[in-house]
Nanobody, 118 residues
């Protein structure tokens, strides 16, 4: 059974940092591309970042809104996906999901809430 469990959300001040984690189980994590997507209740879903499997080069991709501030990474030995978020802005406030695959995401976690506020 595929499971994705996000953690690491919380309250951060503008300019601060948070690191999100996504623990994966039930599939061969190293073989799959992974994504982070966020949802602001007022704006809907926004794709944030993606990373290919190491076998396909491990390339990373970012939405323009987070490029230069967020870094996606993976630890295949720990079956864990990460999102390092720096220079946080109030508009980064959202529920953050990890999902399997870059396109046609077939499994999603339940999300972790990030609130950026002073």
């Amino acid at each position: 059974q595929v499971q994705l469990v996000e953690s690491g959300g919380g309250l951060a001040q503008p300019g601060g940092s948070l690191r999100l984690s996504c623990a994966a189980s039930g599939f061969t994590f190293s073989m799959y591309a992974m994504s982070w997507i966020r949802q602001d209740p007022g704006k809907g879903l926004e794709w944030v970042s993606g990373i290919y499997s190491d076998g396909l080069g491990g390339d990373t991709y970012y939405a323009d809104s987070v490029k230069g501030r967020f870094t996606i990474s993976r630890d295949n030995a720990k079956n864990t996906l990460y999102l390092q978020m720096n220079s946080l802005k109030p508009e980064d406030t959202a529920l953050y999901y990890c999902a399997r695959r870059l396109m046609g995401m077939d499994y999603w976690g339940k999300g972790t809430l990030v609130t950026v506020s002073s």
